[in-house]
Structure formats: C-alpha cells, structure tokens
T-cell receptor
Framework: NAGVTQTPKFQVLKTGQSMTLQCAQDMNHEYMSWYRQDPGMGLRLIHYSVGAGITDQGEVPNGYNVSRSTTEDFPLRLLSAAPSQTSVYFC???????????????FGAGSRLTVL | DAKTTQPPSMDCAEGRAANLPCNHSTISGNEYVYWYRQIHSQGPQYIIHGLKNNETNEMASLIITEDRKSSTLILPHATLRDTAVYYCIVTARSNDYKLSFGAGTTVTVRA
C-alpha cells in the first residue's frame, strides 16, 4: 500500500513548455485534489475530483487542466508553463469519512516545479 | 468558510505542552474545525477535528470554546518531531472538498 504517489519529484521547465504531473493512489479513494504551495504560504486548491469522470475547479485553476479517467490516477497538466507556476505541487486523496465523519486528506510527497 | 486567525509563529520547550490558538469568530453552526500540520515541506497531515465538543486522539487534544469563536490545539508533550507548520481550518461538511490552508502557525520545539 503505497498511499499517494507523485512523479516527478523535481522538474525544471522553460517558459511555454507543457508537462504533466502524475498522481496515483492505491487506496481506492474517490476524492482526489491538487494543491500548489508557494514559498512561505499555505496550500491553494487548483482542481479536485469526486470520482472518475468528474472534475471541478478550485481556487487557482487557470493554466492547469485535469482529467480523471480512472479512480487511481489524477494527472495535472500545465498547458504553457509560466514563471508564476513555479511552486511545490501536492496531490491528495480522501476515502470514506468513516465513523468520525472526518475529512482526512492523505497527501503525496510533493512535486517541486521550477519554470525559467 | 469562516476565516481563521493564527499567530505566525511560536516556540515550545521539548516535553512541555504546546497550546496553539485559533480564532474563528465568524464560524457558522454547521462548520467544523480541522487541524493539519506540515513537517518540513512534506504533505500536510491530519491531526484532529471537532464541531463543538472537545476532542482527543493519540496525537492531540482540541478545545473549542462554548461560543465556538476560538479553539486551541494542545500537543500534550511536545517533541522535536512536532516542529512543523500547523493549520487551523474551518469548513462546512458540505464544502470540505475545498479545504483551504492559510499561512498557519510555525511551531518550533526547542530542546
């Protein structure tokens, strides 16, 4: 049981390049999300998905696309990278709330992206 | 979601209790208080949550005032491994797909 796996851990892009950050979870969680964290700041929600085939925008969706073709995978695509997208990206997932009803997110280790 | 206010930083002595305050004076009746922490650039980790009653688990205790306008996270015996950024988040269950992490409180536990 690997939890939430993000790849790559580090990436350097040039302005205008595109790339995909991968996120996979093996816990059969329905809910998945992507956050970005800029230096010294909290996490901001980019996109989220409540199940395969269903995605929605978070707080800062511009410049990013997502899709959810399977329960396990939730890739984040940068269409045309800009220096403002330099950040650490975290993927998270959540399963059933359980008895406590808690919204317990399991986060990946993060992907550090630098756009030159 | 209600806005939360946390001190930017605080220090704590190892072995002592760490009391982390959070102000959420505009909280609504259906909104929960969540605490997460983030250790040195790792992904955040869930600690505890509550609605109006005090809660305790193996990691921490959560004390919510009777008027629910503020809360305190208590780490009973802080260790060096508890050094982290602690986030207080207030959200309604219907909206908790969109957890918003503010700047949090940077807690430094000193030997």
């Amino acid at each position: 049981n690997a939890g939430v796996t993000q790849t790559p851990k580090f990436q350097v892009l040039k302005t205008g390049q595109s790339m995909t950050l991968q996120c996979a979870q093996d816990m059969n969680h329905e809910y998945m999300s992507w956050y970005r964290q800029d230096p010294g700041m909290g996490l901001r929600l980019i996109h989220y998905s409540v199940g395969a085939g269903i995605t929605d925008q978070g707080e800062v969706p511009n410049g990013y696309n997502v899709s959810r073709s399977t329960t396990e995978d939730f890739p984040l695509r940068l269409l045309s990278a800009a220096p403002s997208q330099t950040s650490v990206y975290f993927c998270a997932s959540r399963g059933d709330r359980g008895v406590s009803g808690a919204n317990v997110l399991t986060f990946g280790a993060g992907s550090r992206l630098t756009v030159l | 979601d209600a806005k939360t206010t946390q001190p930017p930083s605080m220090d704590c002595a190892e072995g002592r209790a760490a009391n982390l305050p959070c102000n959420h004076s505009t909280i609504s009746g259906n909104e929960y208080v969540y605490w997460y922490r983030q250790i040195h650039s790792q992904g955040p980790q869930y600690i505890i949550h509550g609605l109006k009653n005090n809660e305790t688990n193996e990691m921490a205790s959560l004390i919510i005032t009777e008027d629910r306008k503020s809360s305190t996270l208590i780490l009973p015996h802080a260790t060096l491994r508890d050094t982290a950024v602690y986030y207080c988040i207030v959200t309604a269950r219907s909206n908790d797909y969109k957890l918003s992490f503010g700047a949090g409180t940077t807690v430094t536990v000193r030997a």
